[in-house]
């Protein structure tokens, strides 16, 4: 049995908000700011001298962050977010054909294919969610690749990542993951999954905050005249310094360009191992059953929400339908409770940190704010 309590520690800023936002900007864990204070304690009193401890630490994490995704060491490269991720994506497979997403996604998702003049086409949604049957009558032959969000930001509605990874297998498509939305409490497995291509970033569910995102790229395109920019750690032994030895890894760390972001890095990996303290099934679990409360005490309100039946489909997010969400937002954050305005209303998100109680305040100032003309 997990103590809850004891990971609620991990985030001490509990103890002033009911914080409800990792869909927008997660607080870092414990664990995470640990592993990146240590770095500026290092280079505050040793100055550059850690640096192979420093490279040794990053591979630590990539070989972590590989496991926890099921892909290879050399399947990973650290990015600084997902529009940097989703750059690189969009670059690598530029000449592929036309792309097929989400109505609904997050411009990072894209962003990135428009600017470079790649055609996209949209699945609409049907009650906020994306069956797959629905992708199928969408889908065109000039369509070779399909992005999606596991988890949408707007709706939470939460994709059946294996399903639909069979499915692009079975018709041909390069699938790409912005998993931004669901790294850190729902578990995916880049094989099983068929993926080609996932993008994330640190910032949301990981807990690993700013600066920091992560690439997957499975392995057989990972062909080295396929990245977009190069620099010195772009080749085999960047020790050499050799400026005419062009020889590019054949690792997805060839996008690593130059020196490496290591505090961010470090951050991260003390996020995935606070994770797999957890365990990510019980952090999935907490999460859906968390989830199921806030429903049941929002539509208790009165309140209309979007978000998913089955627990396949649900995730962190869901979207009670209010008039006014931006004035109710900054009603709740006036006393200490964070959510956002998103979508048809106000979003609220609440994660493995989070507890009963969080939800009792926040619905207990809704009551106030929503039906007693309350006002203050
Ligand atoms: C699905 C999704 N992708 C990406 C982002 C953020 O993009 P970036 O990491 O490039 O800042 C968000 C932010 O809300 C998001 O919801």
């Not at 989703?86 to 670059?91: C, D, G, K, R, S």
């Not at 499915?167 to 995916?188: S, Y």
């Not at 050499?240 to 991260?268: Q, R, T, W, Y």
């Not at 999460?287 to 978000?307: P, T």
Request: glycine share 8%; aromatic share 10%.
């Amino acid at each position: 049995m997990v103590d809850w309590q004891k990971v609620r520690e991990e985030f001490p800023v509990c103890k002033k908000y009911v914080y409800l936002n990792p869909a927008g900007g997660s607080p870092v864990s414990q664990s995470a700011a640990d592993e990146g204070k240590q770095f500026y304690d290092e280079m505050l009193e040793y100055g550059d001298t850690f640096w192979e401890t420093w490279l040794e630490r990053t591979e630590k994490v990539r070989i972590d962050l590989a496991r926890f995704i099921g892909a290879g060491r050399e399947e990973i490269g650290f990015t600084t977010n997902t529009s940097h991720g989703m750059n690189l994506v969009a670059h690598i497979l530029k000449n592929q054909g036309n792309v097929l997403t989400m109505r609904d996604e997050f411009p990072s998702s894209t962003f990135p294919w428009l600017n470079q003049g790649t055609k996209i086409k949209f699945v609409e949604p049907v009650k906020y969610a994306y069956p797959i049957e629905a992708i199928k009558k969408t889908l065109t032959p000039d369509v070779k690749i399909l992005v999606t969000s596991y988890v949408q930001y707007c709706t939470g509605f939460r994709q059946d990542l294996e399903a639909l990874g069979n499915f692009c297998r079975d018709n041909n498509l390069i699938f790409v993951v912005n998993a931004t939305q669901a790294l850190g409490i729902f578990p995916v497995d880049v094989k099983k999954c068929h993926i080609d291509f996932l993008v994330f970033t640190g910032l949301k569910w990981a807990t690993a905050g700013y600066g920091i995102g992560g690439l997957y790229v499975v392995k057989k395109w990972l062909t080295n005249d396929n990245f977009p920019f190069a620099g010195w750690r772009s080749v085999q032994l960047p020790e050499k310094m050799d400026n005419l030895a062009l020889e590019l890894k054949n690792e997805a760390s060839v996008i690593e360009s130059g020196c490496p972001h290591f505090p961010n890095i470090f951050a991260l990996g003390g996020a995935l191992n606070m994770f797999n303290r957890i365990g990510p099934e019980n952090v999935a679990n907490r999460v859906i059953q968390l989830n199921r409360l806030l429903e049941k005490k929002l539509r208790g309100l009165g309140l209309k929400v979007i978000c998913q039946d089955e627990n396949k489909h649900r995730s962190g997010i869901l979207i009670a339908k209010i008039e006014n969400p931006k004035k109710v937002v900054a009603k709740l954050f006036e006393k200490n409770i964070i959510v956002s305005a998103r979508g048809e209303g106000m979003r609220i998100s609440a994660s493995f940190f989070n507890n009963e109680n969080d939800i009792e305040v926040l619905i207990a100032e809704l009551d106030k704010i929503l039906y007693s003309g309350y006002s203050g």
